[in-house]
């Protein structure tokens, strides 16, 4: 299923009350899971326009990407769904939050992530689940034009297949947002309940996370990369491609502190 989003709603979605409480809870698993990654290059595409916990990475650089359609986020490179502006092997890391959902390619999306991956490299996938009160809420809402309810949901069964398919060791997969987009009493209640309750396999959730690990050595040589030094940072960063023409390289990611 193809979906078409629009830079105005997609704004106005991440602004929202609801998406800044699922935001905050994502944010904290996160920033645990990208704790333990090492290596040179971490890629995060997703809909966080302030990732802050990639801070807790310990990796030497990370850099986003965004859809050609987000205008007005701020990013280092603009990206096709099946296009993405990088060298074969060159990220050891990516990060997807909730970018299949944003997605019309979901499919060739992955395989995007598969090809820019090193050897051994992890993806992570924050993904919205189809079989949950979410999904239940989605199809009443079918004929909407908003976020989330266009959103196109892979669930982790077959996400994990496709993952297997593109010789990926699925580590871990785990059940979040169990509330969301429901809440209690109030803001701060419903943040604790999700924060319990996350990983529990028992109760439907709304959300996961999956790591995935790339098992097997590329097929294709990596190509020789034109670096640029960076004399803010003292590291070297690869430079990226796009369509009719070469975009500078990406610069070292130093968000605010939380």
């Known amino acids: 299923m193809g979906i078409r989003i629009k830079s105005e709603v997609y704004q106005q979605w991440v602004n929202s009350d609801s998406a800044r409480r699922l935001l905050a809870l994502e944010a904290g698993w996160l920033r645990e899971v990208v704790a333990d990654f090492h290596g040179q290059h971490l890629l995060y595409t997703g809909v966080d326009n302030t990732p802050r916990f990639l801070k807790r990475a310990r990796l030497r650089h ?75 809420l989605r199809r009443c809402f079918t004929l909407s034009t908003r976020l ?62 999956m790591v995935a690990r790339k098992t097997v050595a590329g097929m294709t040589p990596i190509r020789p990369r034109r670096w640029q030094l960076n004399t803010d940072f003292g590291m070297a960063v690869p430079a990226v491609r796009v369509a009719g023409g070469t975009l500078p390289p990406a610069k070292s990611s130093q968000l605010s502190s939380d």
Not at 104 to 110: D, E, S, T, W
């Open 62 to 136: 990370y850099f986003r990407m965004a859809p050609v359609w987000a205008k007005g986020v701020d990013c280092d490179a603009r990206m096709q769904d099946d296009a993405w502006p990088l060298a074969n092997e060159s990220v050891d890391v990516v990060v997807l939050q909730h970018g299949l959902d944003l997605s019309a390619r979901p499919h060739q999306m992955i395989r995007e992530a598969a090809r820019v991956l090193v050897p051994s490299g992890y993806v992570v996938v924050v993904g919205f689940s189809p079989l949950s009160v979410f999904g239940v």
């Open 148 to 209: 989330p309810w266009v959103v196109n949901s892979v669930g982790a069964s077959r996400l994990s297949d496709w993952l297997t398919l593109l010789d990926f060791k699925v580590e871990s997969v785990t059940p979040v947002a169990h509330l969301w987009p429901l809440r209690l009493l109030s803001e701060g209640s419903s943040r604790r309940f999700d924060r319990v309750l996350a990983g529990n396999p028992w109760l439907p959730a709304n959300a996961y996370i």
